[in-house]
């Protein structure tokens, strides 16, 4: 499978800043998702990040609050924009790698408290 | 609407133990069926994958689906205590590297096995 790496693997941040999540591939892969996962929650998606094409967002995100950027097939940038506590969570990317199995793999996850 | 039920727990069982979780669904076009761990602070890993019903083998670990009842479990063969996780369920209508859908997850069923 895929191997996948997060950065930042956690932060601290002020409410109304922005963070940017970068998540890295060592393989070319399709499709890249970003999910969130808060305490006692499901991973709920965000959206899916197709190379070359605007992302798709599920029913509740939008992109002025949850920009994200696909530059290639193996990287993508998420960003939460004007923080505010209720955006604590676990933002985790995935990937597809149907060479493999038609299942998503997780890369470990970043930790964010806003404050 | 999408919706996956799984039981939260603490599920908590001693060593050797044949664990037992499950998730039910009510979405009928759900065809591809996943079992993730999730180790606490990490992303979640695949453990088993399959879109058929019946049961499915790997190692200690058998995957049941059952889509006439919307039912799927996971079973743990002489349970260790590396084994104490949360465990999540998760299904998608279409192969996850194939459409642009993501996963729909359970909220996950944490196990503890007792040295």
């Not at chain 1, 990040?49 to 029913?59: D, F, K, M, V």
Request: charged share 15%; proline share 6%; hydrophobic share 30%.
């Amino acid at each position: 499978s895929a191997v996948i790496s997060q950065k930042p693997s956690r932060d601290i941040c002020q409410r109304g800043t922005s963070l940017t999540i970068q998540c890295q591939v060592d393989s070319q892969v399709t499709m890249m998702f970003w999910y969130r996962q808060q305490p006692g929650q499901s991973l709920t998606l965000i959206a899916t990040a197709n190379q070359g094409s605007e992302a798709t967002y599920e029913s509740g995100f939008v992109i002025d609050k949850f920009p994200i950027s696909r530059p290639n097939l193996t990287f993508s940038t998420l960003t939460v924009s004007n923080m505010s506590p209720e955006d604590s969570s676990i933002y985790l990317c995935s990937v597809a790698d149907r060479a493999v199995a038609d299942t998503q793999y997780f890369g470990p996850g970043t930790r964010l408290t806003v404050l | 609407q999408k919706e996956v039920e799984q039981d939260p727990g603490p599920l908590s069982v001693p060593e050797g133990a044949i664990v037992s979780l499950n998730c039910t669904y009510s979405n009928s076009a759900f065809q591809y069926f996943m079992w993730y761990r999730q180790y606490s602070r990490k992303g979640p890993e695949l453990l088993m994958y399959t879109y058929s019903s019946g049961n499915k083998e790997d190692g200690r670990f058998t995957a049941q689906v059952d889509k006439s009842s919307k039912y799927i479990s996971l079973f743990i063969r002489d349970s260790q205590p590396s084994d104490s996780a949360t465990y999540l369920c998760a299904m998608s209508e279409v192969p996850s590297g194939g459409g642009a859908d993501g996963l729909t997850f359970g909220k996950g069923t944490h196990l503890i096995i007792q040295p």
